[in-house]
C-alpha cells in the first residue's frame, strides 16, 4: 500500500517535472521529493526485513497488465532487503541532487526522468510476474538511457547512449525467453506458478544461461560489460551514483530471484561458471580501471570489479546449494549481499564525490586536478573514506564482505569435483589480485585528484561545495564505517533475509557477540569492533608517548625533494606515471598497451611528447568482430531491397508454402 | 583476565623487541662487510634521537601528510598485536585471522603510499607507485599461502594453525615447504629487503620505500622506521608461528611453559635475524621490473602448495 | 627400512624439488643461471633414485643415481659453461612467450597433470600416484621450456629436464625393468644432441670451426 503510493508519487514527481519544465525552483523540489519517497521506502523496507517471518507477506493483485494475467505484486524477505539497497543510495543521490541538479548540462531534461528511473527500479523489485518484471525492467532501461543521453550535444554521450541501447536490449532480448521457458507451454507467467514449475534439464541449463547473461549484461560482467564505462560516466554525477551503485544491484537482484528462488535446482556447474565469469570481471574490471585517465570513467570501471566479486559470492552459493552444503550456500549469498550493501553505498559516495569535483572545478580529468584536499575538505576525507572501504582497509566495511567472501572461497574445496578444486584456487588468487589492484588502483585516484600539488588553474581555485552535498557525502562514508564495525548485526539481518532462499539461518557468531566467525568456532575468526577499540587504544598510547618524550615543534619549509626540488607542478607523478609499473607488467599483454617517447635530437627546443595507446581486447575483439558480421550480413541482405515485384511475391508465396508444410508435419 | 594480561605484555614485546631485531641485522651485515658496525641497540638510539628533534613538514603538504605516520605506525603495532609470539592465548588473537593481517598491513601501506604522494613530489610519487606495484603482487601471494594453510588446517587463524602443526598431523608436506618458501619471498618484500629494495640507502633510482617517506623528519621519522622495525619482527613471527611453532606456550601453559615459549620465539627471530643479514650480504638487489617475476614466482608456488594438496590427499 | 609414512614424505619432498627447479628453470634469465638449475635438478633426480634405491631395496637404482649425480649433475653442466664461454654465446635467455606467462602456463600444466594421473592410477599406492604426476609435471615442463626458449642451449636443457622426467617416473615405479639400461641410453643421447648441436650452431654461423672467426666476431680483433 505504501510502496504502491509511494511509487505513483514517482510518477506524479516525474509528470509534475515535464509540465512546469520551465520552473526554476523545480529541480530542487523535485529531488527534495524524490528523497522523501526514497526515505519512506527505506523505512519500509527496513520494517519488512526486521518482521521477516513475523507476518504475511504483502501480495496485491492490480487489474492492469494482460488481459488473462492481470498484475502481481508481492514483497517478501529479498525484495524488501533490496528496497533499502537501492532506495537508500536514492535518498542521498536525491540529497546531493538538490543542490547539484540544477547545474548538470541538461538539468531540464534530467530532472523529470530521475523519479521516472527511481519507478523503474523500484517496480522490478516488488514484481511478482515476469510481464511486470520485465516492463518495469524496460521502464529502467529506457529512463536511464535518456538520462544518458541528457547531454545529447556531446558526441561521446550519443555514442555512449547508443551502445548502452543496444545492450540493454540484448539483455530484454535474453530475459524475455529465461521467463518465457520457465512459464512452459500453459504461459504461467506469475512468479508462484514458476516456482512450483518443472523443467527439462535442457531448459534449466537455458534459463540459467539466459538469465546470467541478460542480468550479467545490465550488471556489467565480461564481456557484456563494454557499455557500462561509456554509459555510466556520460550521465550526470549523482545519476551515474544510481546507475553505479544501484542499478547494477537490480541486475543482481533479478539474478538472485531467478537463480535461488523461481529456479531450486541449479547444478554446480553453473555456479562454477558463475564463479569463474565473475573472477575474469573482477580482474579485468579493476585492470581497466586502474588505468584510466577520468575520474568518472575509473569509478564505473571498478564497479565492474564490484560486480566480478558479487558474483564469484554468487557462483559459490548456487554450487555450495547444489553440493548440499547450505550452511556455506547461506554463508556465500550473505557475503554476497554485504558487498551488494557495501558497494551501494561507497560506490554512491565515490559517485558523489566525483560529482563534488566536478560541480567544483568542471573537470574530471586526474591529471588536471590535484591538491583537493585542502581546498575541500569535506569531499576530500569523505572521498578518502570510500576510497579506503573500496579497498577493503579495516575497519570499513568493505574488508568485512570480502574477508566473508575469501572465507567461503576457502571452503570452496568441500565440492569434491576437480574442476572446483582446481578452479577454486585459481578463483581465489583472481579474487586476491582484484582486491590488492583495487587498494593500487584508489591510492592512485585519491592520491592524484586530492594530494599533491594543484595541476591546473582550476584545480587551484577550487572550493567546497554546498552543505547539502557535503552530507550527501557525509552520511555514506559514517556508514561506511558503522556497516565496518559492526558486521555481526548486518551478516545477522542479511541471514534472515536469504533464510527462506536456502533453508537455513547462517550462524553469524559462533564464539559470541563481537567475532564474526561464521564457519566453525575455530576456523578463523574477525572482530571490527575489538579492532577498533584496540586501534584507538593503540593511537592514543602512541600520541602520548610521542608528544611526551618528543619535541612537539614542526617547521614548514620548502619540499627537500632528495635536494633537487621542482617548481613545475607537472614534475609530480601524474595518474599515467603512477600506474606505469602495473601497465608495463599487466598492460602490454591485457591491453596491448604501447608507449612511445618521441626525444628531440640535441639542440632542438622541440618539446619531447610521450604517447600512450592502449585498447580494449573486448570491444576490439569480440564487439568490432561482431559489427563486422552484422555488416557483411546487412550487405547481403541488402540486396533483397532490388528486386522486381514478382520476386518479391514468390517469395512471400514460398514462405506461405513453407509454414503450411510445417503446420502439415505437425499435425501428423 | 590471564589472556589481557599476556595480550598487554605482548603488545608491548613485539614494539620493544623490534629495533633490537633490527640491530642485529645491521650488525651482521656489518660484521659480514667488514666493518665493525654499531651495537645492536643503535636503532633505539635513533630512535630517541629522531624524537627529539623537530619535524620539518613541506610548505605544500596536506594534514594527511602530519596524520599518516600515526595511522602506519598504529596499523603495523594492531597487526603485530594480534599475531601471536609466545603464546596463543591472548585476548586479541580471535580478532584478526591471516586475511585480517594482510588487510592490516595493506591500511598501513595505502597511508604510506598517500603520505608519499601529499607532497607533489617525483620522488614521493615514484615510491607510492613502486609500492603499491609490490603490493598488488605481494598481497595476492600472501592470501594464496593462506588459502593453502586454511586447507590443511581447516583455519586462517595462525593461533589455530600453530596448534595444527604442533599437533603432528603434518609431517614432511612439500605444500608446507612451498608455502614457507613463498611466505619468505613476500616477507621480503613487504619489508623492502634486499633483493626487492635496499633499506640501507637514500640516494639511488632504485629505492621503494624510503623514496616514501623521503619527506619526514623528526618524530613523524621515528613513528614510520619503529613502524617498519615492527613489521619486520611481525613477519618473522608470522613466519615462526606458521611453520615453526615449537615451544609456543597455550592456554593450560603454566609460567615454565610462558617461559620456554618467549626463549623459543626470541631464539628462533634471533636466528632469522641473522640469516636475513647472511641473505642480504650474498644477494644484489633486482631492477624493479623483475619483482613481477619474483613476487608472480611467490604466487605460483604459493598456487602450487595448494595443488599439492590434492596429491597428498591431506584435503 | 623406514616407515611407510616416512618413506612417503621423503619420496614426495625429493620428487617436489625436482618439480621446483624445473620451475626454476622457467625462471631464469641467464643461461649459466639456467645450466647451473639443471645441475641442481639433476642432483635432486640423484637423490630421489637413491632414496628409491634404499626404500625399496633396488641396489641397481644406485647405478641409476650415480649416473644423475656424476654425468647430469657434474659433468654436463661443466660442459656446457664450458662450451657457452668458449663460444661467446648470449648470455641471456631468449624467451618465446615471457617468464610470467611461462610460469603460469607450467602450473597448468602440474595441475593437468595431477588431474590425468590420478584416476588413472586409482588403484596403485600413494607412492606410486604420487610420482607418476611428478614425473608428468617435470616432463611437460621440459617440454614447455624447448617451446618456449628460443637459444640452443636452453633448449637442450629443457630436453634434459624433460628426460629426468621420465627418469623420475621409472625410478618411482616399483620393479619397473631396465631402469639403469634407460637411463644410460638417455644419457648418451643427450650428449650426442648436445654435441651434434654445438658443431652445428658454429657452422651455421661461422661456416667454419676455426676459432679466429669467433675472436673476430667477438670484437677482439679488428
Given at each position: 500500500?505504501?510502496?504502491g503510493?509511494?511509487l505513483g508519487?514517482f510518477l506524479l514527481l516525474g509528470l509534475l517535472g515535464i509540465i512546469?519544465n520551465r520552473?526554476?525552483?523545480?529541480?530542487?523540489?523535485?529531488?527534495?521529493?524524490?528523497?522523501?519517497?526514497?526515505?519512506?521506502?527505506?523505512?519500509?523496507?527496513?520494517?519488512?526485513?526486521?518482521?521477516?517471518?513475523?507476518?504475511?507477506?504483502?501480495?496485491v493483485v492490480l487489474p492492469f497488465g494482460l488481459p488473462w494475467l492481470k498484475a502481481h505484486f508481492r514483497?517478501?524477505?529479498l525484495s524488501?532487503?533490496f528496497?533499502?539497497?537501492i532506495?537508500?543510495?536514492?535518498?542521498?543521490?536525491?540529497?546531493?541532487?538538490?543542490?547539484?541538479?540544477?547545474?548538470v548540462p541538461g538539468a531540464r531534461r534530467v530532472t523529470p526522468l530521475y523519479p521516472l528511473f527511481l519507478f523503474g527500479m523500484n517496480g522490478v523489485l516488488i514484481a511478482d510476474d515476469a510481464f511486470v518484471f520485465l516492463v518495469s525492467w524496460e521502464f529502467m532501461s529506457l529512463s536511464s538511457w535518456l538520462l544518458v543521453l541528457a547531454d545529447h550535444t556531446n558526441a561521446e554521450a550519443r555514442k555512449a547512449a547508443m551502445v548502452y541501447l543496444v545492450m540493454a536490449a540484448f539483455g530484454t532480448f535474453c530475459l524475455l525467453p529465461a521467463f518465457g521457458l520457465m512459464a512452459g507451454h500453459d504461459g504461467a507467467y506469475g512468479f508462484a506458478q514458476m516456482r512450483l514449475a518443472h523443467l527439462t534439464p535442457l531448459a534449466g541449463g537455458l534459463v540459467v544461461l539466459l538469465a546470467l547473461i541478460g542480468a550479467g549484461s545490465k550488471a556489467g560482467l565480461v564481456p557484456l560489460h563494454v557499455w557500462l564505462p561509456l554509459a555510466h560516466p556520460a550521465a550526470p554525477s549523482h545519476v551515474s551514483a544510481l546507475m553505479s551503485g544501484v542499478m547494477t544491484k537490480v541486475a543482481v537482484y533479478g539474478l538472485i530471484r531467478i537463480l535461488f528462488d523461481l529456479r531450486g535446482d541449479i547444478s554446480w556447474k553453473w555456479g562454477f561458471v558463475i564463479m569463474v565469469v565473475g573472477a575474469l570481471t573482477a580482474v579485468m574490471g579493476v585492470l581497466y580501471a586502474?588505468f584510466q585517465r577520468d575520474?568518472k570513467t575509473l569509478l564505473a570501471y571498478s564497479t565492474v570489479e564490484n560486480v566480478g566479486?558479487i558474483f564469484i559470492?554468487l557462483g559459490?552459493?548456487a554450487a555450495?546449494?547444489d553440493?548440499?552444503?547450505?550452511?556455506?550456500?547461506?554463508?556465500?549469498?550473505?557475503?554476497?549481499?554485504?558487498?551488494?550493501?557495501?558497494?551501494?553505498?561507497?560506490?554512491?559516495?565515490?559517485f558523489?564525490?566525483?560529482?563534488?569535483?566536478?560541480?567544483?572545478?568542471?573537470?574530471r580529468?586526474?591529471?588536471?586536478?590535484?591538491?583537493?584536499?585542502?581546498?575541500?575538505?569535506?569531499?576530500?576525507?569523505?572521498?578518502?573514506?570510500?576510497?579506503?572501504?573500496?579497498?577493503?582497509?579495516?575497519?570499513?566495511?568493505?574488508?568485512?564482505?570480502?574477508?566473508?567472501?575469501?572465507?567461503?572461497?576457502?571452503?570452496?574445496?568441500?565440492?569434491?569435483?576437480?574442476a572446483?578444486?582446481?578452479g577454486?584456487?585459481?578463483?581465489?588468487?583472481a579474487?586476491?589480485?582484484?582486491?590488492?589492484?583495487?587498494?593500487?588502483?584508489?591510492?592512485?585516484?585519491?592520491?592524484?585528484?586530492?594530494?599533491?600539488?594543484?595541476?591546473?588553474?582550476?584545480?587551484?581555485?577550487?572550493?567546497?561545495?554546498?552543505?547539502?552535498?557535503?552530507?550527501?557525502?557525509?552520511?555514506?562514508?559514517?556508514?561506511?564505517?558503522?556497516?565496518?564495525?559492526?558486521?555481526?548485526?548486518?551478516?545477522?539481518?542479511?541471514?534472515?533475509?536469504?533464510?527462506?532462499?536456502?533453508?537455513?539461518?547462517?550462524?553469524?557468531?559462533?564464539?559470541?557477540?563481537?567475532?564474526?566467525?561464521?564457519?566453525?568456532?575455530?576456523?578463523?575468526?574477525?572482530?571490527?569492533?575489538?579492532?577498533?577499540?584496540?586501534?584507538?587504544?593503540?593511537?592514543?598510547?602512541?600520541?602520548?608517548?610521542?608528544?611526551?618524550?618528543?619535541?612537539?615543534?614542526?617547521?614548514?619549509?620548502?619540499?627537500?625533494?632528495?635536494?633537487?626540488?621542482?617548481?613545475?607542478?607537472?614534475?609530480?607523478?601524474?595518474?599515467?606515471?603512477?600506474?606505469?609499473?602495473?601497465?608495463?607488467?599487466f598492460g602490454s599483454v591485457a591491453f596491448g598497451a604501447e608507449?612511445t617517447?618521441?626525444?628531440?635530437?640535441?639542440?632542438?627546443?622541440?618539446?619531447?611528447?610521450?604517447t600512450l595507446r592502449m585498447i580494449d581486447p573486448v570491444w576490439d575483439g569480440l564487439y568490432a568482430a561482431l559489427l563486422w558480421l552484422v555488416n557483411a550480413i546487412a550487405d547481403r541482405v541488402n540486396r533483397l531491397q532490388f528486386l522486381t515485384i514478382r520476386r518479391y511475391l514468390l517469395l512471400m508465396f514460398a514462405t506461405l508454402i513453407v509454414l503450411l508444410l510445417v503446420v502439415a508435419v505437425r499435425q501428423q | 583476565?590471564?589472556?589481557?594480561?599476556?595480550?598487554?605484555?605482548?603488545?608491548?614485546?613485539?614494539?620493544?623487541?623490534?629495533?633490537?631485531?633490527?640491530?642485529?641485522?645491521?650488525?651482521?651485515?656489518?660484521?659480514?662487510?667488514?666493518?665493525?658496525?654499531?651495537?645492536?641497540?643503535?636503532?633505539?638510539?635513533?630512535?630517541?634521537?629522531?624524537?627529539?628533534?623537530?619535524?620539518?613538514?613541506?610548505?605544500?603538504?596536506?594534514?594527511?601528510?602530519?596524520?599518516?605516520?600515526?595511522?602506519?605506525?598504529?596499523?603495523?603495532?594492531?597487526?603485530?598485536?594480534?599475531?601471536?609470539?609466545?603464546?596463543?592465548?591472548?585476548?586479541?588473537?580471535?580478532?584478526?585471522?591471516?586475511?585480517?593481517?594482510?588487510?592490516?598491513?595493506?591500511?598501513?601501506?595505502?597511508?604510506?603510499?598517500?603520505?608519499?604522494?601529499?607532497?607533489?613530489?617525483?620522488?614521493?610519487?615514484?615510491?607510492?607507485?613502486?609500492?603499491?606495484?609490490?603490493?598488488?603482487?605481494?598481497?595476492?601471494?600472501?592470501?594464496?599461502?593462506?588459502?593453502?594453510?586454511?586447507?590443511?588446517?581447516?583455519?586462517?587463524?595462525?593461533?589455530?594453525?600453530?596448534?595444527?602443526?604442533?599437533?603432528?598431523?603434518?609431517?614432511?608436506?612439500?605444500?608446507?615447504?612451498?608455502?614457507?618458501?613463498?611466505?619468505?619471498?613476500?616477507?621480503?618484500?613487504?619489508?623492502?629487503?634486499?633483493?626487492?629494495?635496499?633499506?640501507?640507502?637514500?640516494?639511488?633510482?632504485?629505492?621503494?620505500?624510503?623514496?616514501?617517506?623521503?619527506?619526514?623528519?623528526?618524530?613523524?621519522?621515528?613513528?614510520?622506521?619503529?613502524?617498519?622495525?615492527?613489521?619486520?619482527?611481525?613477519?618473522?613471527?608470522?613466519?615462526?608461528?606458521?611453520?615453526?611453532?615449537?615451544?609456543?606456550?597455550?592456554?593450560?601453559?603454566?609460567?615454565?611453559?610462558?617461559?620456554?615459549?618467549?626463549?623459543?620465539?626470541?631464539?628462533?627471530?634471533?636466528?632469522?635475524?641473522?640469516?636475513?643479514?647472511?641473505?642480504?650480504?650474498?644477494?644484489?638487489?633486482?631492477?624493479?621490473?623483475?619483482?613481477?617475476?619474483?613476487?608472480?614466482?611467490?604466487?605460483?608456488?604459493?598456487?602450487?602448495?595448494?595443488?599439492?594438496?590434492?596429491?597428498?590427499?591431506?584435503? | 627400512?623406514?616407515?611407510?609414512?616416512?618413506?612417503?614424505?621423503?619420496?614426495?619432498?625429493?620428487?617436489?624439488?625436482?618439480?621446483?627447479?624445473?620451475?626454476?628453470?622457467?625462471?631464469?634469465?641467464?643461461?649459466?643461471?639456467?645450466?647451473?638449475?639443471?645441475?641442481?635438478?639433476?642432483?635432486?633426480?640423484?637423490?630421489?633414485?637413491?632414496?628409491?634405491?634404499?626404500?625399496?631395496?633396488?641396489?641397481?637404482?644406485?647405478?641409476?643415481?650415480?649416473?644423475?649425480?656424476?654425468?647430469?649433475?657434474?659433468?654436463?653442466?661443466?660442459?656446457?659453461?664450458?662450451?657457452?664461454?668458449?663460444?661467446?654465446?648470449?648470455?641471456?635467455?631468449?624467451?618465446?612467450l615471457?617468464?610470467?606467462p611461462?610460469?603460469?602456463?607450467?602450473?597448468?600444466?602440474?595441475?593437468?597433470?595431477?588431474?590425468?594421473?590420478?584416476?588413472?592410477?586409482?588403484?596403485?599406492?600413494?607412492?606410486?600416484?604420487?610420482?607418476?604426476?611428478?614425473?608428468?609435471?617435470?616432463?611437460?615442463?621440459?617440454?614447455?621450456?624447448?617451446?618456449?626458449?628460443?637459444?640452443?642451449?636452453?633448449?637442450?636443457?629443457?630436453?634434459?629436464?624433460?628426460?629426468?622426467?621420465?627418469?623420475?617416473?621409472?625410478?618411482?615405479?616399483?620393479?619397473?625393468?631396465?631402469?639403469?639400461?634407460?637411463?644410460?641410453?638417455?644419457?648418451?643421447?643427450?650428449?650426442?644432441?648436445?654435441?651434434?648441436?654445438?658443431?652445428?650452431?658454429?657452422?651455421?654461423?661461422?661456416?667454419?670451426?676455426?676459432?679466429?672467426?669467433?675472436?673476430?666476431?667477438?670484437?677482439?680483433?679488428?
Amino acid at each position: 500500500m505504501i510502496i504502491g503510493s509511494v511509487l505513483g508519487a514517482f510518477l506524479l514527481l516525474g509528470l509534475l517535472g515535464i509540465i512546469f519544465n520551465r520552473l526554476p525552483q523545480l529541480h530542487a523540489l523535485v529531488y527534495a521529493g524524490c528523497m522523501v519517497l526514497c526515505a519512506i521506502l527505506v523505512g519500509d523496507g527496513v520494517y519488512h526485513v526486521l518482521h521477516a517471518g513475523r507476518e504475511e507477506i504483502p501480495a496485491v493483485v492490480l487489474p492492469f497488465g494482460l488481459p488473462w494475467l492481470k498484475a502481481h505484486f508481492r514483497l517478501d524477505n529479498l525484495s524488501a532487503f533490496f528496497l533499502v539497497v537501492i532506495n537508500f543510495p536514492g535518498a542521498l543521490t536525491s540529497l546531493f541532487g538538490i543542490g547539484y541538479g540544477a547545474h548538470v548540462p541538461g538539468a531540464r531534461r534530467v530532472t523529470p526522468l530521475y523519479p521516472l528511473f527511481l519507478f523503474g527500479m523500484n517496480g522490478v523489485l516488488i514484481a511478482d510476474d515476469a510481464f511486470v518484471f520485465l516492463v518495469s525492467w524496460e521502464f529502467m532501461s529506457l529512463s536511464s538511457w535518456l538520462l544518458v543521453l541528457a547531454d545529447h550535444t556531446n558526441a561521446e554521450a550519443r555514442k555512449a547512449a547508443m551502445v548502452y541501447l543496444v545492450m540493454a536490449a540484448f539483455g530484454t532480448f535474453c530475459l524475455l525467453p529465461a521467463f518465457g521457458l520457465m512459464a512452459g507451454h500453459d504461459g504461467a507467467y506469475g512468479f508462484a506458478q514458476m516456482r512450483l514449475a518443472h523443467l527439462t534439464p535442457l531448459a534449466g541449463g537455458l534459463v540459467v544461461l539466459l538469465a546470467l547473461i541478460g542480468a550479467g549484461s545490465k550488471a556489467g560482467l565480461v564481456p557484456l560489460h563494454v557499455w557500462l564505462p561509456l554509459a555510466h560516466p556520460a550521465a550526470p554525477s549523482h545519476v551515474s551514483a544510481l546507475m553505479s551503485g544501484v542499478m547494477t544491484k537490480v541486475a543482481v537482484y533479478g539474478l538472485i530471484r531467478i537463480l535461488f528462488d523461481l529456479r531450486g535446482d541449479i547444478s554446480w556447474k553453473w555456479g562454477f561458471v558463475i564463479m569463474v565469469v565473475g573472477a575474469l570481471t573482477a580482474v579485468m574490471g579493476v585492470l581497466y580501471a586502474m588505468f584510466q585517465r577520468d575520474l568518472k570513467t575509473l569509478l564505473a570501471y571498478s564497479t565492474v570489479e564490484n560486480v566480478g566479486i558479487i558474483f564469484i559470492a554468487l557462483g559459490l552459493a548456487a554450487a555450495f546449494r547444489d553440493h548440499g552444503a547450505m550452511t556455506l550456500s547461506a554463508l556465500a549469498l550473505v557475503a554476497a549481499l554485504y558487498h551488494v550493501v557495501n558497494h551501494a553505498l561507497f560506490k554512491t559516495l565515490l559517485f558523489l564525490g566525483s560529482g563534488a569535483v566536478l560541480a567544483s572545478t568542471g573537470e574530471r580529468r586526474l591529471d588536471r586536478l590535484g591538491g583537493l584536499l585542502n581546498r575541500m575538505p569535506v569531499t576530500g576525507l569523505t572521498f578518502l573514506i570510500g576510497a579506503a572501504a573500496i579497498s577493503a582497509l579495516p575497519p570499513l566495511n568493505g574488508f568485512v564482505s570480502e574477508w566473508l567472501i575469501f572465507q567461503s572461497l576457502f571452503q570452496g574445496p568441500t565440492v569434491a569435483h576437480w574442476a572446483m578444486r582446481f578452479g577454486v584456487p585459481v578463483v581465489g588468487v583472481a579474487m586476491a589480485l582484484a582486491a590488492a589492484f583495487a587498494g593500487t588502483c584508489f591510492v592512485r585516484a585519491a592520491g592524484i585528484v586530492f594530494l599533491g600539488r594543484p595541476r591546473s588553474p582550476e584545480a587551484t581555485a577550487a572550493v567546497e561545495v554546498p552543505l547539502s552535498m557535503q552530507l550527501a557525502m557525509a552520511i555514506p562514508a559514517v556508514l561506511c564505517l558503522g556497516l565496518g564495525v559492526f558486521p555481526v548485526m548486518v551478516t545477522a539481518g542479511i541471514a534472515t533475509v536469504i533464510e527462506p532462499l536456502v533453508g537455513v539461518q547462517m550462524p553469524a557468531a559462533l564464539l559470541g557477540w563481537p567475532w564474526l566467525s561464521p564457519v566453525s568456532p575455530t576456523a578463523g575468526s574477525y572482530s571490527a569492533t575489538m579492532v577498533l577499540l584496540t586501534a584507538i587504544g593503540l593511537t592514543l598510547t602512541t600520541v602520548l608517548v610521542v608528544h611526551h618524550w618528543g619535541s612537539r615543534r614542526v617547521r614548514r619549509a620548502p619540499a627537500w625533494d632528495c635536494g633537487h626540488p621542482e617548481q613545475i607542478v607537472n614534475a609530480q607523478y601524474s595518474a599515467d606515471s603512477f600506474a606505469q609499473p602495473l601497465r608495463r607488467v599487466f598492460g602490454s599483454v591485457a591491453f596491448g598497451a604501447e608507449e612511445t617517447v618521441e626525444m628531440p635530437s640535441p639542440g632542438d627546443l622541440a618539446p619531447a611528447r610521450f604517447t600512450l595507446r592502449m585498447i580494449d581486447p573486448v570491444w576490439d575483439g569480440l564487439y568490432a568482430a561482431l559489427l563486422w558480421l552484422v555488416n557483411a550480413i546487412a550487405d547481403r541482405v541488402n540486396r533483397l531491397q532490388f528486386l522486381t515485384i514478382r520476386r518479391y511475391l514468390l517469395l512471400m508465396f514460398a514462405t506461405l508454402i513453407v509454414l503450411l508444410l510445417v503446420v502439415a508435419v505437425r499435425q501428423q | 583476565m590471564t589472556a589481557l594480561l599476556f595480550g598487554i605484555i605482548h603488545t608491548w614485546l613485539v614494539v620493544g623487541f623490534a629495533p633490537l631485531i633490527t640491530g642485529v641485522v645491521r650488525l651482521t651485515k656489518a660484521r659480514l662487510q667488514g666493518r665493525r658496525g654499531a651495537t645492536v641497540l643503535q636503532p633505539y638510539r635513533d630512535l630517541w634521537r629522531l624524537l627529539k628533534k623537530e619535524s620539518v613538514v613541506a610548505d605544500s603538504a596536506s594534514w594527511m601528510f602530519r596524520l599518516a605516520p600515526y595511522g602506519i605506525f598504529v596499523a603495523v603495532w594492531l597487526a603485530a598485536t594480534t599475531m601471536p609470539t609466545f603464546t596463543t592465548y591472548m585476548i586479541l588473537t580471535p580478532a584478526a585471522d591471516l586475511i585480517a593481517l594482510v588487510a592490516l598491513l595493506a591500511t598501513a601501506r595505502f597511508f604510506t603510499a598517500l603520505a608519499g604522494l601529499d607532497v607533489g613530489t617525483a620522488f614521493g610519487g615514484l615510491g607510492a607507485s613502486r609500492e603499491m606495484f609490490v603490493a598488488s603482487i605481494a598481497e595476492p601471494a600472501m592470501l594464496t599461502v593462506t588459502f593453502s594453510l586454511s586447507l590443511v588446517a581447516h583455519t586462517t587463524s595462525p593461533a589455530a594453525i600453530a596448534n595444527f602443526v604442533l599437533g603432528g598431523h603434518v609431517g614432511l608436506q612439500v605444500s608446507f615447504g612451498l608455502a614457507l618458501g613463498a611466505l619468505v619471498m613476500v616477507a621480503i618484500a613487504e619489508n623492502g629487503r634486499i633483493p626487492i629494495d635496499n633499506p640501507a640507502t637514500h640516494l639511488e633510482l632504485t629505492m621503494v620505500h624510503e623514496a616514501m617517506v623521503l619527506e619526514y623528519s623528526g618524530r613523524h621519522l621515528a613513528l614510520l622506521e619503529a613502524a617498519g622495525m615492527t613489521r619486520l619482527l611481525l613477519y618473522m613471527s608470522v613466519i615462526v608461528c606458521l611453520f615453526f611453532p615449537w615451544g609456543l606456550a597455550g592456554p593450560e601453559s603454566g609460567p615454565g611453559g610462558l617461559l620456554i615459549g618467549l626463549f623459543a620465539w626470541l631464539g628462533k627471530v634471533l636466528v632469522m635475524a641473522v640469516g636475513l643479514g647472511l641473505f642480504e650480504s650474498l644477494i644484489a638487489k633486482m631492477r624493479v621490473f623483475r619483482v613481477a617475476d619474483f613476487l608472480g614466482g611467490a604466487l605460483l608456488l604459493a598456487l602450487l602448495a595448494t595443488i599439492f594438496l590434492y596429491v597428498a590427499e591431506a584435503v | 627400512m623406514p616407515t611407510t609414512q616416512m618413506a612417503y614424505d621423503t619420496a614426495h619432498l625429493i620428487g617436489a624439488t625436482v618439480l621446483m627447479m624445473g620451475f626454476a628453470l622457467l625462471y631464469q634469465r641467464r643461461v649459466t643461471a639456467v645450466i647451473r638449475t639443471y645441475s641442481f635438478q639433476a642432483m635432486a633426480l640423484a637423490a630421489a633414485a637413491a632414496w628409491q634405491a634404499y626404500v625399496q631395496e633396488a641396489p641397481h637404482l644406485y647405478v641409476t643415481a650415480l649416473i644423475a649425480l656424476v654425468f647430469k649433475g657434474v659433468i654436463v653442466p661443466l660442459a656446457l659453461t664450458w662450451l657457452v664461454k668458449r663460444l661467446g654465446m648470449h648470455r641471456t635467455v631468449e624467451t618465446a612467450l615471457g617468464i610470467g606467462p611461462t610460469m603460469i602456463a607450467g602450473v597448468g600444466l602440474v595441475a593437468l597433470s595431477i588431474v590425468l594421473v590420478l584416476p588413472v592410477t586409482a588403484g596403485a599406492t600413494s607412492m606410486t600416484r604420487e610420482n607418476l604426476a611428478l614425473a608428468m609435471s617435470v616432463l611437460l615442463l621440459g617440454l614447455l621450456m624447448m617451446i618456449t626458449r628460443r637459444n640452443a642451449v636452453t633448449q637442450v636443457v629443457g630436453f634434459m629436464a624433460l628426460e629426468n622426467g621420465l627418469i623420475l617416473a621409472a625410478v618411482g615405479a616399483r620393479g619397473m625393468p631396465f631402469v639403469v639400461e634407460i637411463s644410460i641410453a638417455f644419457s648418451v643421447l643427450v650428449a650426442m644432441i648436445l654435441f651434434g648441436i654445438f658443431f652445428f650452431r658454429i657452422r651455421e654461423r661461422f661456416d667454419s670451426l676455426d676459432l679466429a672467426y669467433l675472436e673476430t666476431f667477438r670484437g677482439e680483433r679488428q
